[in-house]
């Protein structure tokens, strides 16, 4: 599976998007880029997923670059309660396992 | 609550003893995992089931770990002999092989091990 590199640490206001960058730059073609976060104390938490078009859902935005070498993670509006670790992950959607392999991700602080 | 659920919760032992994690994961998930994650770090990959199958283990996974879901549902984790490098919270998640989101993993809450 791709490496992935994630700034240690970032902050934010509260209110304001948090802009969260990933670089996969050897990412394959069939692989898929996941976002998970970690509450303290917590177990992880799926945030959203995509391929190569950018996604929204309820909690976020993901935008992938054309290359497909990087991504962001765009929490709108962030709150509070987004203060966690994020972590990016390349996985092989074709690979039988599925298994997640978690790098030490992004420290985000949302300040009120 | 039909989440990923594991017990217990905080385990505190003294080095050489056996202990016993279970993990009871959202019904009909086929697919369970276990994590290990230090203070600091992301979880570590240790081993996944499909069913009642153990498909694959880490190298993390030494011989004093042994990993079992003997009727694919739930999973129990012990670790014998424990040492203080066993000190971690345990995680286990659960997924459906099916479906379009087939890498959304399920996380419990995890079991938290202090070897004194």
């Known amino acids: 599976d791709a490496k992935t590199t994630q700034p240690t640490s970032m902050d934010c206001a509260e209110g304001r998007a948090a802009n969260l960058p990933c670089n996969h730059s050897?990412?394959?073609?069939?692989?898929?880029v996941y976002w998970y976060r970690q509450i303290h104390s917590q177990g992880p938490q799926y945030i959203i997923h995509?391929?190569?078009n950018n996604e929204t859902n309820e909690m976020a935005s993901l935008i992938i670059t054309e290359d497909r070498k990087s991504s962001t993670l765009i929490l709108p509006h962030a709150t509070l309660r987004d203060t966690a670790v994020y972590y990016c992950?390349?996985?092989?959607?074709?690979?039988?396992?599925?298994?997640?392999?978690f790098g030490s991700g992004t420290r985000l602080l949302v300040r009120p | 609550d039909t989440g990923v659920s594991q017990d217990p919760r905080h385990k505190i032992t003294k080095r050489g003893q056996n202990v016993t994690f279970r993990c009871d994961p959202i019904?009909?998930?086929?697919?369970l995992y276990w994590y290990r994650q230090t203070l600091g770090q992301g979880p570590e990959f240790l081993t996944y089931?499909?069913?009642?199958?153990?498909?694959?283990k880490s190298r993390l996974l030494s011989d004093r770990f042994s990993a079992e879901r003997p009727k694919g549902s739930f999973s129990t984790l012990e670790i014998q002999r424990t040492e203080q490098g066993d000190s971690a919270m345990y995680l286990c998640?659960?997924?459906?092989?099916?479906?379009?989101?087939?890498?959304?993993?399920?996380f419990g809450e995890g079991s938290r091990l202090t070897v004194l």
């Open positions: 998640a659960s997924s459906h092989r099916r479906g379009a989101n087939t890498g959304e993993l399920f």
């Open positions: 050897t990412i394959s073609g069939n692989e898929y």
């Open positions: 995509g391929l190569k």
């Open positions: 992950i390349v996985i092989l959607q074709m690979d039988s396992s599925y298994k997640l392999i």
């Open positions: 019904s009909e998930h086929n697919r």
């Open positions: 089931f499909q069913n009642e199958a153990q498909l694959e």
